[in-house]
């Protein structure tokens, strides 16, 4: 079981530069999540996804983009990257539905990402 | 979105029972409470999650209170493995909002 797979899991980055932080899923869930996490807090969230073609934003979304082209990738774009962005990126996947079983959420292993 | 109050850290001794206490004083009448934790270098993992019913699994139990101002959850006998940082978020299912969490020490 894949589950929810992040790509890549290093990175480091110069100011000013792009990259595209990949997530997949193969749970067909629909949500999903973009969180970060800075050094000795907990997660925040920086954009979710209801389906495909829905994204809404969380609490951190400046300096960040979303798209949701199909169910399975959620990927998260940062266009000028800025040392503020320096944290680890943890994406996260949920059924929807009633029942308590299908609100659990899964996580993928996460993206350490540098901006020097 | 509610408030929550963990403590910063806790201890317990291996193979004993470990009670993570939270407030969450704020709660609205339709939020679960949902327990998460993070073992290190890792992402979150769900541990369990209950709206007004003390809940038990495989992992833990949920303790609420009866006004749901508070929970508590119970690891019966923690391990090694159980060493992690425990998030307690009170919320709907959409949007979950991490507070900085209870991070368990155990010791052998």
């Known amino acids: 079981n894949a589950g929810v797979t992040q790509t890549p899991k290093f990175r480091i980055l110069k100011i000013g530069q792009s990259m595209t932080l990949q997530c997949t899923q193969d749970?067909?869930?629909?949500?999903m999540y973009w969180y970060r996490q800075d050094p000795g807090m907990g997660l925040k969230l920086i954009y979710y996804?209801?389906?495909?073609?829905?994204?809404d934003k969380g609490e951190v979304p400046n300096g960040y983009n979303v798209s949701r082209s199909t169910t399975e990738d959620f990927p998260l774009r940062l266009e000028l990257a800025a040392p503020s962005q320096t944290s680890v990126y943890f994406c996260?996947?949920?059924?929807?539905?009633?029942?308590?079983?299908?609100?659990?959420?899964?996580f993928g292993a996460g993206t350490r990402l540098s901006v020097l | 979105d509610a408030k929550t109050t963990q403590p910063n850290s806790m201890e317990s001794n291996e193979e004993e029972p470990v009670h993570l206490p939270c407030n969450h004083s704020?709660?609205?009448?339709?939020?679960?409470i949902h327990w998460y934790r993070q073992l290190p270098s890792q992402g979150p993992e769900y541990v369990i999650h209950g709206l007004t019913s003390n809940v038990n699994n495989r992992m833990a139990s949920l303790a609420i209170a009866e006004d749901r101002k508070s929970s508590t959850l119970i690891l019966h006998r923690a391990t090694l493995r159980d060493a992690a940082v425990y998030y307690c978020?009170?919320?709907?299912?959409?949007?979950?909002?991490f507070g900085s969490g209870t991070k368990l020490n155990v010791k052998p």
């Open positions: 996804s209801v389906g495909a073609g829905i994204t």
């Open positions: 978020i009170p919320s709907g299912f959409n949007k979950f909002y």
């Open positions: 749970m067909n869930h629909n949500y």
């Open positions: 704020t709660i609205s009448g339709t939020d679960y």
């Open positions: 996260a996947s949920r059924e929807s539905g009633a029942g308590l079983a299908k609100n659990i959420q899964y």
